[in-house]
């Protein structure tokens, strides 16, 4: 109903709000933070669709990462050893997404939602470049996340090699080096009803925080000098 000034109805601030449909009910919010082993068949009893499903050889395009419709969106990676789930997989604002889609210009290649850092970055020595997810923006992309590939929270990184025309990859969690890998998928699923909360990554404290930031990666401390990992 309209407030004491008649302005209409009080918008919540937040964009990840409860959406109201018929069969299993919505979640207040999609799950925060990095999931793990997340149940695909939570979503699709939810009205989720499949966007986006291939196997970590295949190369992915721009037009792989977003969907045309709904209110949220999933990245997320499955691993052969159990197909109906998201081994790692993080939810957010589908709009916000939309944004990330083409190359996006410098110092905005990156922004915080939900719990965590998503990318989309650019290699000025190649066709193509990278999307994923992290904990935070520390990361190193070379052309995709090599932070912590044997443990630390190297688990809760994703990254996919992107607009390479026969490139794959690159990583869920610490399996690196999938770019020539038929078994491992990668997966993009859309909707509009919540999800419920399965499990999340521990945060640090105050960390729990909604507001959408965008920034460009910042690069992390890794010693040694890596081979390029679209090569």
Not at 102 to 119: K, Q, R, S, W
Not at 184 to 195: D, F, H, I, N, T
């Amino acid at each position: 109903g309209e407030g004491p000034e008649g302005e209409g109805e009080r918008k919540l601030p937040c964009p990840f709000v409860r959406r109201r449909r018929s069969g299993p009910a919505c979640a207040d919010a999609v799950p925060f933070g990095i999931q793990m082993n997340y149940s695909i068949g939570l979503l699709e009893e939810r009205g989720w669709s499949v966007w986006y499903n291939a196997s970590y050889a295949d190369s992915t395009q721009g037009g792989n990462l977003t969907c045309d419709a709904g209110d949220y969106f999933v990245w997320g990676a499955v691993d052969p050893a159990q197909p109906g789930y998201l081994s790692l997989a993080t939810f957010g604002d589908r709009s916000v997404l939309a944004d990330l889609v083409d190359f996006p210009p410098p110092g905005t290649e990156g922004v915080t939602m939900n719990g965590a850092y998503f990318y989309r970055f650019k290699d000025e020595d190649a066709s193509g470049g990278s999307a994923g997810f992290a904990p935070t923006d520390m990361v190193k992309l070379n052309t995709c996340d090599i932070v912590n590939t044997t443990g630390g929270d190297g688990v809760y990184r994703l990254c996919w090699h992107v607009d390479y025309e026969s490139v794959g990859g690159w990583r869920s969690g610490t399996t690196i080096g999938l770019n020539s890998n038929m078994a491992w998928r990668k997966m993009v699923m859309c909707g509009s009803c919540a999800p419920p909360s399965v499990a999340e990554v521990p945060q640090a404290a105050g960390a729990r925080d909604l507001e959408i930031k965008w920034a460009a990666p910042k690069v992390a401390d890794v010693e040694g000098d890596a081979v390029k990992t679209y090569e």
